[in-house]
């Protein structure tokens, strides 16, 4: 899989009270190689991330957040597995052959503690995260 070229440098402005981000970026994705500055925007891209057709890792610094969206899931197009401390990683493995076969895109959201380890996981299915996945903090 082919990974995008990054944005052209420049600054997207967001107007101020924008509740989403979607309807202000381009084809309602997020772009490379880019950094958010959720206090300014007031919204993240979590929703981007899990509704578009791309492979995605995503970056939370808490439990709460992935279970928030684990229960909001039938809102979303894609299947979405949520790893932290206390999930069995064979649930994980079976989420990735499932997914993966059926030829949906990946949806993990995983701690920041928990990165790590789901890199591995995944590489040890000779699956590399770092070509294959697009990683949202």
């Given at each position: 899989?082919d990974?995008?070229?990054?944005?052209?440098?420049?600054v997207?402005h967001?107007?101020?009270?924008?509740?989403y981000?979607?309807?202000n970026?381009?084809?309602?994705?997020l772009?490379?190689?880019c950094?958010?500055?959720k206090?300014?925007?007031?919204?993240?891209?979590?929703?981007?991330?899990?509704?578009?057709?791309?492979?995605?890792?995503?970056?939370?610094?808490?439990k709460?957040?992935?279970?928030?969206?684990?229960?909001?899931?039938?809102?979303?197009?894609?299947?979405?597995?949520?790893?932290y401390?206390d999930?069995?990683?064979?649930?994980?493995?079976?989420?990735?052959?499932?997914?993966?076969?059926?030829?949906?895109?990946l949806?993990?959201?995983?701690t920041?503690?928990?990165?790590?380890?789901?890199?591995k996981?995944?590489?040890?299915m000779?699956?590399?995260?770092?070509?294959?996945?697009n990683?949202l903090?």
């Open positions: 899989m990974m995008e070229k990054p944005q052209e440098g420049g997207i967001i107007p101020a009270g924008t509740r981000l979607a309807g970026l381009k084809n309602n994705d772009p490379m190689n950094l958010f500055d206090g300014k925007t007031g919204c993240g891209g979590t929703t981007i991330a899990l509704d578009s057709d791309k492979n995605y890792l995503i970056l939370s610094p808490t709460n957040l992935i279970k928030n969206k684990l229960a909001q899931s039938a809102r979303y197009k894609h299947d979405i597995f949520g790893y401390d999930v069995d990683y064979n649930e994980l493995i079976e989420y990735f052959q499932i997914t993966n076969s059926k030829g949906n895109p949806k993990i959201i995983s920041y503690d928990s990165f790590e380890f789901v890199s996981l995944l590489r040890s000779y699956y590399d995260p770092y070509k294959n996945l990683v903090v």
